[in-house]
């Protein structure tokens, strides 16, 4: 049972760190290739969800996980204990990160800023895509 949970854990992870990747490699891209137009058409694909709705979800399920693991495997070893405290911190920094930095953004693309305020969605672009 707890390699089960273990195995969840680290999936969950790993498509959360994918789902990233793509959102920067892909999604971002597109958002920044023609501003103003690409913004008005990435606020109008995001209508009803947009990426943060997943990462509201799955990003706390993920915490959660890393810190059922890390209790389950407690007594296993030094080595374990502090591999699996240091994916914990790394799920709980990751999701810090994002609600401090990217969900702003992503408001000032998406939902803020005047579409007529190119400047202002080129920089907020450019901050997102950078980090």
Same mark, same amino acid.
């Given at each position: 049972?707890?390699? &089960? /949970?273990l #195995?969840? %854990? &680290?999936?969950? +992870? %790993?498509? @959360?760190?994918?789902?990233n990747?793509f959102?920067s490699?892909i999604?971002?891209? %597109?958002w920044g290739c023609d &501003? !103003? =137009?690409?913004? +008005?058409?990435? *606020?109008?694909y995001?209508? =009803?969800? $947009?990426?943060?709705?997943f990462?509201?979800?799955?990003?706390p399920? =993920?915490?959660? @996980?890393?810190? &059922? /693991?890390?209790?389950? #495997?407690w007594?296993?070893s !030094?080595?374990i204990?502090?591999?699996l405290?240091?994916? @914990? /911190?790394?799920? /709980?920094?990751a999701?810090?990160?994002?609600?401090i930095y990217?969900? !702003? *953004? =992503? $408001?000032i693309?998406?939902? $803020? +800023?005047?579409l007529? $305020?190119?400047? @202002?969605?080129?920089?907020t672009? %450019?901050?997102?895509d950078?980090?």
């Amino acid at each position: 049972m707890k390699k &089960i /949970v273990l #195995f969840a %854990s &680290i999936s969950l +992870a %790993s498509g @959360l760190l994918f789902t990233n990747l793509f959102t920067s490699m892909i999604d971002a891209k %597109s958002w920044g290739c023609d &501003i !103003p =137009n690409s913004i +008005a058409a990435a *606020r109008e694909y995001f209508k =009803n969800v $947009d990426p943060g709705d997943f990462f509201r979800v799955f990003s706390p399920i =993920n915490q959660a @996980l890393g810190l &059922i /693991v890390l209790l389950l #495997f407690w007594k296993a070893s !030094p080595s374990i204990r502090l591999g699996l405290g240091i994916a @914990l /911190v790394c799920y /709980v920094s990751a999701e810090a990160m994002t609600f401090i930095y990217f969900f !702003p *953004r =992503n $408001d000032i693309m998406f939902r $803020d +800023a005047q579409l007529t $305020d190119i400047e @202002l969605l080129k920089k907020t672009w %450019s901050e997102w895509d950078k980090m």
